[in-house]
């Protein structure tokens, strides 16, 4: 899997999302995921994925990632301002 993306919440340091690809035969996968500050090891680990998409190529999820990866965010942000 490669890492598209990395973002943590500016209001919330201990919540974020990691945007991941991967390519299978002939389509490319993008898997947002929501990450959790361990505050024992001080990392970020994945909690949940929340979305996947299945894209016919690269270009696709070059053009799309950026979408995704808002509406995530925002998703994760608003949680986190719930908690």
Do not use: P
């Not at 919540?15 to 090891?41: A, F, P």
């Not at 909690?47 to 965010?73: K, M």
């Amino acid at each position: 899997m490669n890492i598209e993306s990395t973002k943590i919440s500016t209001n919330h340091k201990e919540v974020g999302i990691k945007l991941l690809s991967e390519v299978q035969e002939i389509s490319y996968t993008l898997r947002i995921y929501q990450i959790m500050l361990n505050e024992t090891d001080c990392t970020y680990h994945i909690v949940q994925e929340l979305e996947a998409f299945n894209l016919e190529s690269r270009e696709e999820l070059d053009d799309l990632w950026i979408i995704y990866f808002i509406l995530a965010f925002r998703h994760v942000a608003a949680f986190a301002s719930s908690s």
